[in-house]
């Protein structure tokens, strides 16, 4: 898939999600053949079933295609994370990472670039400086759940274009806005912890355009997918505050978080703080649409 306008199959695992649903739409919308892994009996012609059972993915459902974007993986935003949840969103990741890497790593020279999401979980909290795509992983369970989704990539092999896309929270209706949303609506939002922790973020227009971009322009390796500048939970709070015509003033403390929502869900979510940086992005020419998050959270507010 050199260029849209060239167009080129695509295959796209996790294509019912949030990001998956959109960057579908906006590869098709350039003209792209796009073939869906789904779960379930396939019902039409551009899907095809896996890991229903025990069988591995043919690699004959890669070959020819351009790309390969895995987007598998349980909600983090759901709460609280039990015990049996963390593993959820451990086996949701892994599993199906490992059936596209074995099918990669099996087409050998020809088989097309594997563009594996992750997470920016994956550097654990960082309060001090910018993080880019060099910093070690972190000392969280959402950082040791994305070394191991990492890891399951890589095994497609060293001659394969592996790309793993360490995706910030997308801010959008159905993505990190859904609950702040909701108690916004009510007079209920206010600081989060101390509020002045570094939350990262990305638009979902782009994080549709960052994935294409990242196969089109041929990178490799860890690329951080987040917005350009750096913005706090209170930043994002107060601009939905803002945009929803509701007060910001009830602040959330983070032991009453921690009760309610679990130690990992808040410590790896909520009162992280780490300035992460697109580094990859930028040095690789990609155009941001949304440079802030007030311009990501107007957009999605509108659209909504």
Known sequence: MADSASPGRVVVGGAGGLIGRALIESLRADGHDVVRLVRRPAAAPDEVEWLTDTRPLDPDVLAGASAVVGLNGASIGRFPWSSSYRSTLLWSRITPTRAIARAVRELGDDAPAFASASA??????????????????????????????????????????????????????DGVLKPLMLLTRLGLSGPIARGTQVWPWISLDDEVSAIRHVIDAGLAGPVNVTGPTRATAN?????????????????????????????DAVESLLTTDAHV????????????????????????????
């Open 277 to 304: 940086v697109p580094a990859a992005l930028e040095a690789s020419g990609f155009t941001f649409r949304h440079r802030t998050v007030e311009d990501a959270v107007e957009t999605a507010v509108t659209d909504a």
């Open 120 to 173: 920016v979980g994956y550097y654990g909290p960082f309060p001090s400086g910018r993080v880019d795509e060099s910093a070690p992983r972190g000392e969280a369970f959402l950082a040791d759940v994305c070394g191991e989704w990492e890891n399951a990539a890589l095994a497609a092999g060293d001659r394969a274009r592996v790309c793993l896309l360490r995706t910030a929270p997308v801010v959008h209706p």
């Open 235 to 263: 930043d994002l709070g107060f601009a939905l505050a803002v945009r929803m015509n509701r007060p910001y003033l009830l602040r959330a403390p983070a032991w009453a978080l921690r009760t309610v929502l679990g130690r």
